[in-house]
């Protein structure tokens, strides 16, 4: 069964501060890990990886996948109060063929940033 | 609205009632998926259409639980006899064929905004 785990669960840190988040998964058939920010609604998407060692940035937050240790971490710098939320990390399954496969969900990683 | 669409945003519920939840897809979109996010834990999937034909059911779906997608555009999510543990957010997502754009891949979900179910 595919499994996806995130560290730490919660993180209480102080506006300015960096944080990395981490994803560690076990997966059958591997195709994409994804990043998502949940605020209480549906999950945004911040970003999705398919290669090793390829760094993807998106203003103060990026994100890089290991296919050969089976993780991934997220950074977030500058920390402010407006990133409070859950990070959820997730795997997709490879469905073949052309289209996008199930996810698979890590338990998510509660970030708690004050002022 | 081009996104996904959820109905009802919330659902209160008594143990035992059977409940029905609607997803619109964004209209293109040949995939749609419903996942089950409870407090405090990541959404799990649950079950996925490719048109009309359901293509995969997880072992948290039970007998209670039956989803559709009569006519490959919308689809329903039934629970009959509710209880208290089937509380949660239900997340509906579409998808369509992947595409990449100068080698790298695009996203290709879309989340609808959830139904939260309370059973009391």
């Known amino acids: 069964e595919d499994k996806v785990v995130q560290s730490p669960l919660s993180l209480v840190v102080h506006e300015g501060d960096t944080v990395t988040l981490n994803c560690s998964y076990e997966v059958t058939n591997f195709r994409s890990l994804l990043w998502y920010k949940q605020e209480k609604k549906a999950p945004t998407f911040l970003f999705m990886l398919?290669?090793?060692?390829i760094e993807k940035k998106s203003g103060r937050l990026s994100s890089i996948l290991d296919k050969k240790e089976l993780f991934s971490i997220l950074n977030i710098t500058a920390t402010q109060t407006g990133d409070s939320a859950i990070y959820l990390c997730?795997?997709?399954?490879?469905?073949?063929?052309?289209?996008?496969?199930?996810?698979?969900f890590g338990q998510g990683t509660i970030l708690t940033v004050h002022p | 609205d081009t996104g996904v669409s959820q109905d009802p945003r919330h659902k209160i519920t008594k143990r035992g009632q059977n409940v029905t939840f609607r997803c619109d897809p964004i209209s293109e979109h040949n995939r749609l998926y419903w996942y089950r996010q409870t407090l405090g834990q990541g959404p799990e999937f649950l079950t996925y259409f490719q048109n009309e034909a359901q293509l995969e059911k997880s072992r948290l779906l039970s007998d209670r639980f039956s989803a559709e997608r009569p006519k490959g555009s919308f689809s329903t999510l039934e629970i009959q006899r509710t209880e208290q543990g089937d509380s949660a957010m239900y997340l509906c997502a579409s998808s369509w064929a992947r595409e990449e754009t100068g080698g790298s891949l695009n996203y290709g979900y879309t989340f609808g905004s959830g139904t939260r179910l309370t059973v009391v």
């Open positions: 398919t290669s090793s060692g």
């Open positions: 997730a795997v997709e399954d490879d469905a073949g063929g052309t289209s996008y496969g199930k996810l698979t």
